[in-house]
């Protein structure tokens, strides 16, 4: 039984920022690679950024600067810095990760979500 659970959402003011975690756990042999996801009401799901487990990362090109991914591959955990929050960054924030329970066996799995309002 492998679980995704992301938390550290909320409302903020414009300019302001979060941090959002994403822990996985459960029979994992790896975690690779994590990313996080948004969904805005009324649009598509839009990749955020994705890091995997050497380190490297990828943006979404609007954000680069702005949102910051890391992990902690010892606790098979990602995170999202958020700074400089704008009122177009509300949506919810979905944490993913390709997940082995073994060296042959693989799924993709999709955290909860968490809520990020930004209020201008």
């Known amino acids: 039984q492998v679980q995704l659970v992301d938390s550290g959402g909320g409302l903020v003011q414009a300019g302001g920022s979060l941090r959002l975690s994403c822990a996985a756990s459960?029979?994992?042999?790896?975690?690779?690679?994590m990313g996080w996801y948004r969904q805005a009401p009324g649009k598509q799901r839009e990749s955020v950024a994705t890091?995997?487990?050497?380190?490297?990362?990828n943006y979404a090109d609007s954000l680069k600067g702005r949102f910051t991914i890391s992990r902690d591959n010892a606790k098979n955990t990602v995170y999202l810095q958020m700074n400089s929050l704008k009122p177009e960054d509300t949506a919810v924030y979905y944490c993913?990760?390709?997940?082995?329970?073994?060296?042959?066996?693989?799924?993709?799995?999709w955290g909860q979500g968490t809520q990020v309002t930004v209020s201008s």
């Open positions: 993913n990760a390709g997940i082995w329970t073994s060296q042959s066996e693989f799924r993709n799995y």
């Open positions: 459960g029979n994992i042999f790896r975690v690779n690679p």
């Open positions: 890091i995997f487990d050497a380190g490297r990362t």
